[in-house]
């Protein structure tokens, strides 16, 4: 779309993706020591959220909670894991209510809805009410996983994506793509333009668990696994640009 304006004229970028939903890992929030609270991170992360709500997307937002707490990790050195779990879920509502604070801070309106109802800080989980928010412009940070046990928050992503009618999860990390091994540890590491559901599974890649996978897959709910800490990757990502690895159903898609 161009707007003329005299002898000036302005190209407006025309975004791909109308409603998205934002899978932040809690390790991004640590920063360079991968555990607590990094302010410059969270800031950060909160400008390059603002960038996709000034082009009038609709934003979801999951983040996990590795920075502050793992159920799992804690559950294979002897805690039950119910409890390891739902610890987890309260770390990702510390992050939810940082990342809230982050974009209200940059002129964003954010509302944090969880799983599991703490209702002097949050407001629960109501999919009609997560809509209308979006619809009104206001960035939506779902915490609190699916308020169950046992479901990482990679299946809380695919499972609010499928309820919120999002037309493709971005997976924020801190690397370029999916690679066939670890980037930071191997140089030689090949990175996947294209995959798809099935080859995650089949191939055991690790950038989601199989619930995950097989619940984007049912529901056709293409992924886009890119570099957070590239500034502007999110903002090309929503406007149809190449930017890390996409997952979807057929690679000719």
Same mark, same amino acid.
Do not use: W
């Given at each position: ?29 640590? +920063? ?24 009038? #997307? ?5 983040? +996990? ?18 409890? +390891?779990?739902?610890? +987890? ?131 056709? #709910? ?32």
């Amino acid at each position: 779309m161009y707007i003329n304006y005299g002898i000036i004229t302005i190209a407006m970028a025309k975004a791909k993706y109308h409603r998205i939903l934002l899978k932040l890992s809690g390790e991004i929030f640590g +920063g360079k020591l991968k555990y607590g609270l990094d302010p410059e991170i969270i800031d950060n992360i909160a400008k390059e959220i603002k960038s996709v709500k000034d082009k009038n #997307i609709q934003t979801a937002v999951v983040i +996990g909670g590795g920075n502050i707490f793992r159920g799992l990790s804690a559950a294979s050195a002897g805690m039950d894991r119910a409890t +390891g779990d739902y610890m +987890g879920m309260l770390a990702t509502v510390i992050n939810s209510l940082a990342l809230q604070d982050a974009l209200e801070r940059v002129g964003v309106f954010a509302r944090v809805q969880t799983a599991i109802e703490m209702r002097q800080i949050a407001e629960p989980f109501i999919r009609r009410r997560a809509i209308r928010h979006m619809e009104k412009g206001r960035v939506v940070i779902l915490a609190a996983g699916t308020g169950n046990p046992y479901f990482s928050t990679d299946t809380t992503a695919a499972l609010r994506a499928a309820e919120l009618d999002a037309e493709i999860i971005i997976k924020a990390t801190k690397v370029d793509g999916v690679f066939d091994k670890d980037p930071l540890k191997f140089k030689d590491a090949k990175k996947f333009k294209t995959l798809t559901y099935l080859e995650i599974l089949n191939k055991g890649l690790k950038i989601m668990d199989s619930t995950a996978a097989s619940l984007c897959m049912d529901n056709n #709910i293409p992924i886009i696994v890119l570099n957070l800490l590239k500034k502007g990757n999110v903002e090309k990502a929503v406007l149809g640009g190449q930017v890390g690895t996409i997952i979807c159903a057929n690679k000719e898609t």
